[in-house]
């Protein structure tokens, strides 16, 4: 019986990613046709053929311009991959500082009502903010280098984990809590045992819903001082008017998205396994 569980998991796997491909391959054939007609522009709308060429060109050595012998590295004279590096590195390090920070300030909050209702509204306040209205004053205090760059992802960042561990510990039933206190749990115990098991998921979650948020930031973040990086190069070549590495840019930040949701996913996955279970 649970091989034929197993089997149709499986078999239900491989339709969805059937689909998926199916769906990719209809996209790319509409894009294709589109540009290929000459529907629009090809200034506003380049053909799979012209980002794939970008993308290309983006990663490897070629000449400065036709007929000029000197040859250029990537683009602004590091491959695009480089670029993808150093934003996830500030990711790592902005984002970062919120994983490890948050949970902890969210448990805090969550466990006492006095201090989640001082501080809640300002947490509120900023998770509010759109990133360009405060990347002036961040430049302002820490110049224009990785500092603040990294600033504006940790408070990107910071707010979803700490209100979504918030939510978790005030979530938890006060039953749970004194049958352990009942059955001769302490203060840690009760903490370690049923608070943090309880909070988990919603940790999880609100873990994937700041990383989410502080990536599609990392433009606002490289708008500066951005290069090496990848939001600063598709921001650079807009501003250039080239908008198949643009494209090339967009398409590489969307399927980085993809990944590092699926990781988390992943991760909450193994440290949750109980969450969905009766």
């Known amino acids: 019986m649970k091989k034929r569980v197993g089997r149709g998991a499986d078999g239900s796997r491989v339709r969805g990613l059937g ?5 990719l391959g209809v996209f790319v054939a509409l894009w294709w046709a589109v540009t290929a007609a000459e529907l629009v522009d090809a200034q506003f709308l380049p ?7 970008a993308f290309v060109r983006a990663n490897s050595w070629h000449e400065l311009a036709p007929g000029v012998p000197r040859e250029v590295r990537g683009e602004q004279n590091y491959f695009l991959w480089e670029h993808l590096v150093a934003s996830l590195q500030r990711i790592g390090i902005g984002a970062g500082a919120a994983v490890l920070l948050g949970p902890p300030v969210g448990f805090v909050l969550g466990s006492s009502r006095l201090v989640s209702a ?41 707010p979803p984990i700490v209100i979504a561990t918030m939510s978790g510990v005030q979530g938890v039933s006060a039953d749970r809590i004194n049958a352990a206190r009942s059955l001769g749990a302490n203060r840690r115990q009760v903490i370690t045992r049923v608070l943090l098991p309880a909070t988990l998921p919603e940790v999880i979650g609100g873990i994937r819903v700041a990383v989410g948020f502080a990536w599609t930031t990392v433009v606002a973040a490289e708008l500066n001082n951005g290069i090496p990086g990848i939001g600063g190069l598709a921001y ?29 996913k992943q991760v909450g996955v193994l440290a949750v396994p109980w969450k969905g279970l009766a």
């Open 47 to 53: 053909g799979p053929h012209a980002v794939w060429d």
């Open 118 to 158: 001082i501080v809640e509204p300002y947490l509120n306040f900023l998770r509010m903010l759109p990133p360009l209205g405060y990347i002036g004053l961040l430049i302002v205090w820490f110049g224009i280098g990785d500092t603040s760059k990294n600033w504006l992802l940790f408070l990107a960042a910071f």
């Open 19 to 23: 689909v998926r491909l199916l769906s």
């Open 236 to 264: 650079l070549a807009g501003q250039q008017l080239n908008t198949p590495l643009t494209v090339a840019c967009i398409i590489v930040i969307g399927l980085t998205a993809l990944a590092l949701d699926a990781v988390i």
